[in-house]
């Protein structure tokens, strides 16, 4: 997936730390490991009780090196209002492909 990131020519991600992690959804700070790009990465799972394929949702927001110390030293669940839609640029990839958009969910399903 990370072939879709903006941050260089060659990015790939390495998890900084892990801030939620269920089974259908997660959320992590990364540093891409080419240029030092800090990014927010979430992951969402979503399942279809009706028989039909589960879709998954990936989204990726660069943030800034201080942002990615508060979340990574906040106690319990940081706030993520910031990422919210219309605040900062983000990836999105489902199975439809990689887009732009606005931002991301500010808080998780669970
Ligand atoms: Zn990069």
Sequence with gaps: M????TCCGEPSLGLLKTLHDKSHDSESVRQCASCGVYWFHRWHEMIDFDGGDDSMTD???????DESR??????????????EL?????????????????????????
């Design 2 to 5: 990370s072939k879709h990131l």
């Design 59 to 65: 989204w990726y927001t660069r943030i800034t090196e």
């Design 70 to 83: 508060t979340l990574m030293s906040a106690n319990g669940r940081p706030d993520l209002g910031f990422l």
């Design 86 to 110: 219309g605040k900062r640029p983000s990836i999105c990839i489902d199975e439809q492909g990689a887009r732009e958009t606005g931002g991301q969910p500010g808080h998780s399903w669970t």
